[in-house]
């Protein structure tokens, strides 16, 4: 968590992405360092075959390699997950809207995918981190409509 809270409002990110190889993330269902979970061995099965269509920025592309690319994805909207807590709590719980993305987002980083390499992804690229920054404020304003607290059971 110290590694993600000052780059918020960010949404996830996964233990690959700083080098550690375990099956381990943190994720916000809203940007809020308040609600910050952490996620051990997930697994998710979708709800539906409904998708959500949304620009996704990536701390692997963006802030590791330089390269100021977003991915459009299309993800599920509705998932049922499972997951460890640290203290050994089995979580199962439902995930709709933006919960789901960053889910599904920060998973594809334990199956060692990044968002711009996915056969599915539209990919933009940006001339600068400025113009960057300002297409991810209208991002982030589209994904608050889809903020969604988790529900627990499916």
């Given at each position: 968590?110290?590694?993600?809270?000052?780059?918020?409002?960010?949404?996830?990110?996964?233990?690959?992405?700083?080098?550690?190889?375990?099956?381990?993330?943190?994720f916000s269902y809203d940007r809020d360092p308040?609600?910050?979970?952490?996620?051990?061995?997930?697994?998710?099965?979708?709800?539906?075959?409904?998708?959500?269509?949304?620009?996704?920025?990536?701390?692997?592309?963006?802030?590791?390699?330089?390269?100021?690319?977003?991915?459009?994805?299309?993800?599920?909207?509705?998932?049922a997950v499972a997951y460890?807590?640290?203290?050994?709590?089995?979580?199962?719980?439902?995930?709709?809207?933006?919960?789901?993305?960053?889910?599904?987002?920060?998973?594809?980083?334990?199956?060692?995918?990044?968002?711009?390499?996915?056969?599915?992804?539209?990919?933009?690229?940006?001339?600068?981190?400025?113009?960057?920054?300002?297409?991810?404020?209208?991002?982030?304003?589209?994904?608050?409509?889809?903020?969604?607290?988790?529900?627990?059971?499916?």
């Open positions: 968590m110290e590694t993600l809270i000052p780059l918020m409002p960010a949404a996830g990110l996964a233990a690959p992405q700083i080098g550690i190889s375990c099956s381990i993330f943190i308040a609600h910050l979970e952490i996620v051990i061995n997930p697994t998710f099965v979708p709800i539906g075959e409904k998708k959500i269509v949304g620009w996704e920025g990536c701390f692997s592309t963006i802030l590791v390699s330089g390269v100021r690319k977003v991915a459009l994805v299309p993800r599920y909207e509705k998932i460890w807590t640290l203290d050994g709590v089995l979580v199962d719980r439902v995930l709709e809207g933006f919960a789901a993305k960053v889910f599904q987002h920060e998973y594809d980083h334990l199956r060692g995918m990044t968002n711009i390499y996915r056969d599915d992804a539209e990919v933009k690229e940006f001339a600068t981190h400025e113009e960057l920054n300002q297409f991810m404020v209208e991002v982030k304003k589209e994904d608050s409509k889809r903020y969604l607290s988790p529900k627990r059971g499916s």
